[in-house]
């Protein structure tokens, strides 16, 4: 890799399908990205485990997430893939990290109220420090650039915060990273509640298109997505729900917005989401068929996350190396 190349990381947990928000919104951008750019994507399973695991579905969830990247199209030779807990250095920069972040700082991060909210029976300490772990994921790798939705600002302002404190304690340590914001199609929202992102977590399964999902299923979710009574496909904000779908399907075609209002002039919504609900189906369906042979090949996939994982681990511990001549540690 050119060391001149500016680095960019993202983490993503091993939850379920990939959806059509996470395919628009973060892979396409991806492949875009490895043209220019050093590409650190980590599987972050020690993330998970501050919700109890069942260890069996846990390994499986893990390989059909990285299976998941493979079948999207991540190029393992450009990209580095790879899962957190095969680099030790991960926890080890979190325990220092966590040694420079301030109580106040953790108590004001809203992701941890929430999510104390919805675990009200195993509030765990892994739950309070997760930003600080995510901190040294990010740092971890002298990282530039970090792909983030506005549900992780939060945390990588506190990032931010941690390397430019422990920078001004012990000299130019860590690179400060920014926030990187893909092209059109950055935020593709639920088609239930066109006013929030789409989440693969998201209660009501009917707003949300996973990249797994049949085609029938798919069509089923286009029919029953949210939109008005004007029976006009135009991009405007009093129409939330049609701006969502026009969209994907800008996205998903190549056209702009002017030409899929042009085109649907007149036609109606039965039409419009019948062809939008095409327009997926001829991404997920080669999706699905690649996932099916790289989930199936568990010896590439072991191939696929050690090298990525040795990749890794070669500047991540030049990192860890000079945290360590920095505090003094012998």
């Known amino acids: 890799m050119d060391k001149q190349q500016k680095v960019i990381f993202s983490g993503a947990q091993p939850t379920g399908s990939l959806t059509l928000g996470n ?18 994507y980590s599987i972050v399973d020690l993330h998970s485990l501050t919700v109890k695991q069942d260890p069996q579905a846990f390994r499986q969830a893990n390989l059909s997430f990285l299976a998941q990247y493979l079948a999207a199209g991540l190029d393992p030779e450009k990209n ?10 991960h926890t080890e920069l979190a325990w220092v990290l966590s040694c420079y972040t301030y109580m106040g700082e953790l108590n004001r991060m809203t992701q941890f ?30 990282t530039d650039l970090v792909p983030v939705g506005d549900d992780q600002r939060q945390h990588l302002e506190l990032c931010r915060d941690i390397a430019m404190r422990f920078n001004n ?34 209660e009501n399964q009917n707003g949300v298109i996973h990249m797994l999902d049949p085609a029938d299923i798919i069509l089923k979710k286009l029919k029953k997505a949210v ?13 939330p729900g049609i701006q ?3 969209t994907i399907h800008a996205t998903l075609s190549g056209w702009t917005l002017e030409q ?13 989401k019948n062809d939008v609900a ?9 999706f699905r068929e690649k996932y099916a042979a790289y989930l199936a090949d568990e010896a590439l996939l072991k191939k696929v996350y050690s090298s990525g994982a040795d990749r890794a681990r070669e500047r991540a511990a030049v990192t860890v190396a000079t945290v360590k001549l920095r505090l003094g540690l012998v």
């Open 227 to 239: 939109t008005d009574s004007e029976n006009l496909v135009k991009y405007r904000p009093e129409q």
């Open 260 to 272: 899929v209002e042009a085109h649907y002039e007149g036609k109606g919504y039965g039409v419009f």
């Open 23 to 40: 395919y628009i919104g973060a892979i396409q951008n991806w492949k875009e990205l490895e043209k220019d750019y050093q590409c650190y």
């Open 80 to 89: 580095v893939l790879f899962f957190q807990s095969h680099v030790r250095e």
């Open 278 to 286: 095409e327009l997926i189906t001829g991404k997920t369906e080669p």
């Open 113 to 142: 109220k929430d999510k104390s909210e919805k675990h009200k029976d195993n509030i765990n300490v892994g739950l309070y420090t997760y930003p600080v772990l995510m901190a040294a994921d990010i740092l971890l790798y002298q």
């Open 244 to 246: 969502n779908l026009m």
């Open 169 to 202: 304690v012990y000299g130019d340590t860590f690179r400060i990273p920014e926030a990187h914001i893909g092209k059109i199609g950055a935020r593709i929202m639920s088609l239930q509640e066109p006013d929030k992102k789409m989440s693969k977590t998201d």
